[in-house]
């Protein structure tokens, strides 16, 4: 089933023959805090993410896909200290609008999305789609270390260049708080 506000990680359930989750979109007012601090805003994922845990995060690639100029991965956003999980997440990258830096650091699957574009200068807005609540499935406690049943909270994300493009798609999911 395609689901605009999933995409990119309906299509990794997808080809792995797994049926997502129920998804929800849900107004950034209802988001319960810290998600809410995390989560409702324009800025890019990964310096809220290293501001609120005071760490770097680096990357955890757990599946990932290349078609023609677009690039597909599904990742874990890990703490430096600690390898602690703090965002599982999805996303489709337009490699064609990087330049060669950029587009070398992004295949070499280190760093998230979020440091490069700052390391690069890539001049970018984020805007938020949705607002996302979804239960944990057996997949995301796995990739998260969770187990058992969690209400989880993200946001399906687009990232755009100065002339309106895409760079990325993106579903950002967080593990439960505390």
């Known amino acids: 089933m395609v689901l605009p506000i999933a995409y990119p990680l309906d299509e990794f359930y997808a080809l792995a023959g797994m049926t997502l989750p129920v998804i929800e979109a849900v107004p ?13 805003h ?3 994922m990964t310096p809220t993410l290293e501001k609120f845990h005071r760490d770097s995060v680096h990357l955890r690639v757990l599946r990932r896909q290349r078609r023609d100029d677009f690039y597909f991965r599904e990742v874990v956003l ?16 337009n490699l ?3 330049k060669p830096k950029a587009r070398q650091e992004i295949l070499e699957e280190r760093l998230p999305l979020g440091h490069i574009l700052h390391e690069c200068g890539v001049t970018h807005t984020s805007r938020p789609k949705a607002f996302l609540r979804l239960r944990s499935d057996a997949f995301i406690n796995a990739a998260l270390g969770l187990t058992g049943e969690h209400d989880l909270y993200g946001r399906r994300n687009t990232l755009w260049d100065p002339q309106q493009r895409p760079l990325a798609e993106i579903v950002e999911i967080l593990p439960p708080a505390g």
Do not use: N, S, W
């Open 96 to 98: 064609l609008l990087f």
């Open 28 to 40: 950034g007012g209802a988001v319960p805090e810290p998600y809410k601090t995390l989560l409702v």
């Open 78 to 93: 890990v703490t430096d200290k600690g390898e602690r999980p703090v965002e599982f997440g999805a996303i489709k990258i």
């Open 42 to 44: 324009q800025d890019d």
